[in-house]
């Protein structure tokens, strides 16, 4: 890939593609998603059958 002089850490697309690509790969992104899978964790936990 051939990229202008001072362009190299530029982010490369649109806003859209922008915005998804700090949703895949920032920390703050990544932390929030391992929240969300231990609370969905939590809510599998108390739908279980298991004290029935």
Partial sequence: MV???GQENKYLGGSHQQQ???EV???EAR???KQ???IRAQ???RRS???R
């Fill in 20 to 22: 998804k690509n700090w």
């Fill in 25 to 27: 790969f920032s920390d």
């Fill in 31 to 33: 932390r929030k998603r």
């Fill in 49 to 51: 059958p298991r004290h």
């Fill in 3 to 5: 990229v202008k002089k």
């Fill in 36 to 38: 969300d899978k231990k």
């Fill in 43 to 45: 809510k599998q936990n």
